[in-house]
């Protein structure tokens, strides 16, 4: 599957034939190699079955001269949701090696096509090497991807429930990152760590001074030039969110939104603010 001329992402098992078809098609009898990608199964469409749906799409494959399809199979509805969204667009991105790549238009009524051009036009994930901080790691799907995608670099997964922990700490072994990715109680972590980058999905719901004391005791372990990405909901108070950032002394831009999330990209310029 390597050396493909063009890569065409679509959201759902029909979106490439209806919004892209002809120039899929003219692409491969001109003799170029195509390659398709459904992001989702479309399980949530009330026309047909996922699996009627993903029948049809290798069928129409074969009609429109493509050398291949696949089906990342995100949750329909929820495309960009998730970090491992991104890692799994980039695996695929990086075995493929296409020469150019299509995607869904960003302005759509369909919140997917929106969510999905917002998912294929942000971060880029980091590589070499570093030290991260996955912020409320959950069971760890963030700082698993880290670690996979930067094989240099060393991860602090960091939540207060110790199931949590324990689950990051079984996916990290089963990725093969056990030995890089290190689940930790905030207490836990040296107090001479600093971090090149912290990426959170904030736990708005412990109210805002906590959470803006919590976010304060990181980001003065965010290393000068340091990175925090946060993705945080508009109607959360993403917006607010990064104004109060940037007065804090984090600068703080938007750099996507999608299905009414922000995605939230704050530095530290100098030394961490006193």
């Keep these: 599957m390597s050396g493909l001329d063009l890569l065409a992402f679509g959201p759902h098992p029909d979106d490439l034939e209806i919004g892209l078809g002809g120039t899929l098609a003219k692409h491969a009898a001109l003799g170029h190699s195509v390659g398709l ?53 980039v695996e695929l991105i990086r075995r493929v090696r296409p020469r150019a790549i299509a995607v869904p238009y960003w302005q759509d009524r369909h919140p997917d096509h929106q969510a999905s051009a917002v998912l294929l036009r942000e971060v880029d994930p980091p590589t070499g090497s570093g030290t991260f901080l996955d912020l409320g790691t959950g069971y760890g799907p963030i700082a698993c991807a880290l670690a996979v995608e930067a ?25 093969g990152v056990n030995d890089r990715v290190h689940p930790a109680l905030p207490d836990d972590v040296p107090g001479d760590v600093l971090f090149d980058q912290i990426w959170s999905n904030p736990a708005i719901h412990i109210g805002k001074a906590e959470l803006h004391k919590m976010l304060l005791h990181w980001l003065a372990r965010l290393a000068p030039g340091g990175v925090a990405w946060f993705v945080v909901g508009k109607n959360l108070g993403g917006d607010s969110l990064q104004r109060w950032l940037t007065e804090q002394g984090y600068p703080c831009r938007r750099i996507g939104s999608a299905k009414g999330f922000r995605v939230l990209c704050a530095t530290n310029p100098g030394p961490s603010p006193s």
């Design 151 to 175: 094989p240099e670099a060393v991860v602090w997964a960091v939540d207060v429930n110790t199931r949590a922990l324990e689950l990051t700490g079984e996916n990290a072994a089963k990725a």
């Design 37 to 89: 990608c459904d992001l989702t199964r479309g399980e949530m469409s009330s026309n047909g079955t996922p699996d009627e749906r993903v029948r049809e799409a290798e069928a129409a494959r074969a009609v429109l001269g493509a050398a291949w399809r696949e089906n990342l199979a995100l949750p329909d509805r929820a495309i960009g949701t998730s970090q491992e969204h991104t890692r799994k667009v």
